[in-house]
């Protein structure tokens, strides 16, 4: 099993930054691919960010604002956010994945508000 732990969530004003982090533990060997996905009320989750150290991918809306990095050695994503907007307001969820049978573990969420 694989426990993963954010923090970094907050209330922020429009246009100001946060940074997200996460953290692994656990039975870690097989996880290769770390990301950030996003649930706002009443809508679907959505992949913000995910690395596999030498790949990076981005929500089209974040692009530009929003920095992955992730520490394989370490098991521990960032996700740097910069010109936050309203509409970044979610529960940002860790996900870690990999290319062994069921290796696809999901932290609790931590909650970013962005007032306007």
């Known amino acids: 099993q694989v426990q993963l732990v954010e923090s970094g969530g907050g209330l922020v004003q429009a246009g100001g930054s946060l940074r997200l982090s996460c953290a692994a533990s656990?039975?870690?060997?097989?996880?290769?691919?770390m990301g950030w996905y996003r649930q706002a009320p009443g809508k679907e989750r959505e992949m913000v960010a995910v690395?596999?150290?030498?790949?990076?991918y981005y929500l089209d809306s974040v692009k530009g604002r929003f920095t992955i990095s992730g520490d394989f050695d370490k098991n521990t994503v960032y996700l740097q956010m910069n010109s936050l907007k309203p509409e970044d307001t979610a529960v940002y969820y860790c996900?870690?994945?990999?290319?062994?049978?069921?290796?696809?573990?999901w932290g609790k969420g931590t909650l970013v508000t962005v007032s306007s």
């Open positions: 656990g039975d870690t060997f097989c996880i290769s691919v």
């Open positions: 996900n870690a994945g990999g290319s062994c049978p069921g290796t696809d573990y």
């Open positions: 690395t596999s150290g030498g790949s990076t």
